[in-house]
């Protein structure tokens, strides 16, 4: 399991405050990683740390706590059992304010699959199971302390040039969203295009939409936030009731919101605070509740949970951290042991993030080969389809963007910058040239970026994946959506092969979805 | 009681990131005023307010929400009763990590005179029982978030200003100690000058003072802080077994270490964390346990206490706290039950701070005539006298000093600047002009610093308050230390009444201490 900063961490180089985190999949089984925000990475590189890397098991519970030279490994008895946030608290309070802390919750320590690692209580690594990794090695968290700078190759030139490029390339007004609104601009976007996962990607549209709406969030905003590094400061402090949570963003207003047919905000502010705090990735608790709310519905499997029922959603919650509920399985085994497989809307194990593929046939492919399932974070054409000026509803000219955007994603994400700074790749290479000392051109990362997707292909086909794994759950192909601008619309199962087919020829894949060894050798792997 | 910020709150003036606290002293009955560190202040101007005012009292335990325009009155039930440090990370949960915390500990709740008020962790209004004050009114705590700015008359030349003072005015060689060190380095001062009080007051140095040292603190010092604002950074945080605290801070190293005859610097740090959890002040506490052990040692009362007995000293801390001890009561009170009024080591109820009077004649003048009892915060002539050129043990000259550092300090801290600039009149007058767009000169100041004085003695003097309170105890008067640089020296009550007769015609006081008509109507009181 490696923590891992870039090059750009702990430099004013806009928007580098993530640190990444990389793994196995305990919920698909595939190559992971995941990325998590706010002052941790930076105080990692404070430290002199370019990457941790844990290997093996503690006997007992522990932490781990750098200070600059100084590693060791603690005993997390005082914290084991506790929520995130009181394990944050509790560990500050040991070592002092200053310390950054990454920690797991109950979810992570019961190996849940959809566990979460948190950090400055509501930014999260959500995806994959990185909580059920570390809960695994009986780690309950990292806490920093770095007092030491960072080291460039051509320090006055890249101050120069990331003022430049905060100014001019961060700081636009395409990215002033992110300050007025935040991701939760995305609920009115999506309910228009028809796209907005509601009751388990049952609709695109939701009637109560503006109640989960960034207008909705903006009535019970009270602050904003960024990470270390970021101008842009897209995070929300909301207030309902007597809860406070950096959130909700777009993902858990769709997920936890609309898509388990509830519209009360204040029931997910509290949904976002109870898996921030048990540690759980709300995508997927969303997902697997809204899943099972349908079971319930179709009379497969009796959950005791309703659409809309806002009382249960909170329960269960909480019953899932503690792995006492059938739902800790998330959707995949859950239909497996239940049925429904037809409408467990993951791919490879992984759950549906909030966009719904048949309003961007393209997301659906991204869906579909993304290396650690289904994920927004590796392509995001709804952009361009939905919300933009490309026909949704073709397969025409989607490969070849999928395949543009898994490399530029993979080649930005590789330097660890946030998915927020839409920065050209040749404004990364002129940054990495100025803070590495080494030339980098646009190319350069083009061709890094999709190595980085054939390298991720070759260890999940090492794994067992192969085509069979690259498709979409049937309610996709078969159900054709209901209402809004995506009614009567499914993606069809030849049309999507037929797409999913012109992908792998682009890119120098087989029939069974494996890199031919000329694509390996002609990218030095 | 009056939460105030200052004319400089916010703003980068160097050293201007203190919060005073204003009421009446619940150990001596005096007028009462304490300043607090951190980054209150600064939130609190953020918010908009220049001073919060609470009058009355609660009718159950409630805490204060102050966010921006919004005022709130909440429940405290989820905190009262608990530890300062739990309560600020409660209370963070609830409201966000970037809400700034005042918080009274159980001490505070149960009244008990010796009782502080927290901030940071590590952060204190110490002296003369605040946060009994708090406690008296059932107000648990201040939570504060502000997300505005602050407005200067002159903002160009006030930034020009700030950093040029800040350059050659704050951060000089003469303050460097601040960084280096922090307030640890007077240990070493304090023993060599024979004024570092040992076992309650009964010698001057200390023959294990080097476990107690600056060098002993950086030993175990993992790193540095310094409040909003401040470019000398004087806060160390340490770490001894696996206890983390900022500080300890000189005075807790003399009254809690040597005056309790204790040299652990392991015991010391843990009393530290101790009294800033339970909300007590480190400085009436160590006295409070060294008068304890004098009296055990004497066989006047057994409070199975001896100088040196770390254990006991640790768990009666936490008595004091819960108001399950005598001790709770504080030296004076103490002595009035069982005796020992000769070595109880107070003025007016508050207990001496880290400074032998016998070894700096013009320091027993200041703990005498200090408006809020034995105070090393409104005079500390032991600079001149102990440390400095000035002979410590004589009368002569001391009386004007005394009132020339009382004017001083009183102006200074009406501006609330912190202690540890040593900024000239001339400078805060400048500063002030730029800040508030009135113009005001050293002179001004140096009137100001006066009247204040002038005010306070007045206000005591309604309280009852006179000649006959300010004195030393007799110990001071008429035992010799007996070894150092203050061996065979004392503070003769003849020599002493001389200065302070000397101090009150200077001053314009009659014989009984009291400002006479010509003297207020000179300040235009």
């Given at each position: 399991m490696i923590f891992m900063t870039g090059?750009?961490?702990?430099?004013?180089?806009?928007?580098?405050?993530k640190l990444a985190i990389s793994t196995k999949s305990p919920a698909s089984g595939t190559i992971l990683d995941c990325s998590i925000g706010g002052h941790f990475a930076g105080e990692l590189k404070y430290a002199g740390y370019d990457a941790v890397i844990v290997e093996g098991k503690a006997k007992e519970p522990v932490y781990l706590w750098i200070e600059n030279d100084r590693v060791e490994i603690r005993s997390a008895d005082e914290v084991w059992g506790k929520g995130t946030h009181e394990t944050e608290f509790s560990l500050k309070n040991s070592h002092g304010l200053d310390v950054k802390v990454l920690a797991i919750g109950p979810a992570g320590e019961n190996m849940v699959s959809m566990a979460c690692i948190s950090s400055e209580l509501y930014r999260q690594a959500g995806r994959g199971g990185v909580g059920a990794v570390m809960g695994s090695k009986n780690l309950k968290a990292i806490v920093v302390r770095g007092t030491g700078g960072v080291a460039v190759a051509n320090h006055k030139e890249l101050c120069t040039k990331a003022k430049e490029f905060l100014k001019n390339d961060a700081l636009t007004d395409d990215n002033l969203w992110a300050y007025t609104?935040?991701?939760?601009?995305i609920v009115e976007l999506s309910h228009s295009s028809g796209i907005l996962p509601t009751r388990n990607f049952q609709q695109g549209t939701f009637a109560e939409f503006k109640n989960i709406s960034a207008d909705a969030v903006k009535g019970v905003r009270k602050d904003k936030k960024g990470c270390?590094?970021?101008?842009?400061?897209?995070?929300n402090y909301v207030e309902v009731g007597q809860i406070t949570v950096e959130g909700p963003e777009y993902e858990t207003l769709a997920i936890g919101g609309s898509n388990c047919g509830i519209s009360d905000l204040e029931a997910i502010v509290e949904f976002n605070k109870i898996c921030d705090d048990l540690g759980l990735d709300t995508i997927s608790v969303g997902n697997t509740i809204a899943f099972a709310m349908e079971m319930t519905e179709k009379g497969i499997k009796d959950f005791n949970l309703r659409f809309g029922d806002v009382e249960e959603y909170l329960r269960v919650t909480e019953e899932i951290s503690n792995n006492?509920?059938?739902?800790?399985?998330?959707?995949k085994a859950l239909a497996e042991k239940y049925g429904g497989n037809d409408f467990a809307m993951q791919v490879k194990g992984l759950e549906f993030p909030g966009y719904e593929p048949r309003g961007a046939w393209g997301m659906g492919l991204a869906y579909a080969t993304s290396d650690r399932g289904a994920c927004h974070m590796r392509a995001w054409p709804v952009a361009d389809e939905a919300y933009g000026d490309m026909d949704p509803f073709t397969i025409a000219g989607k490969a070849e963007m999928v395949i543009g955007l898994q490399h530029y994603n993979a080649a930005k994400f590789s330097t660890i910058l946030c998915d927020f700074w839409a920065l050209s790749l040749e404004t990364a290479a002129e940054l990495l040239t100025l803070t590495t000392g080494k030339q980098y051109t646009a190319q350069d990362l083009e061709v890094i970026g999709e190595r980085i997707v054939n390298l991720a292909r070759l260890f999940n086909a090492r794994e067992g994946f192969a085509a069979k794994d690259d498709k979409l759950p049937r309610r996709i192909y078969n159900e054709a959506l209901k209402t809004g601008a995506t009614a009567g619309k499914r993606l069809p199962e030849v049309e999507f092969n037929r797409m999913l087919r012109e992908y792998y020829q682009l890119r120098g894949w087989d029939n069974t979805g494996k890199p031919i060894a000329d694509k390996i050798n002609q990218l030095g792997i």
């Open positions: 090059p750009f961490t702990g430099t004013l180089v806009p928007c580098s405050g609104d935040g991701t939760p601009m270390l590094s970021c101008g842009l400061g897209c995070g006492q509920s059938d739902l800790a399985l998330g959707v």
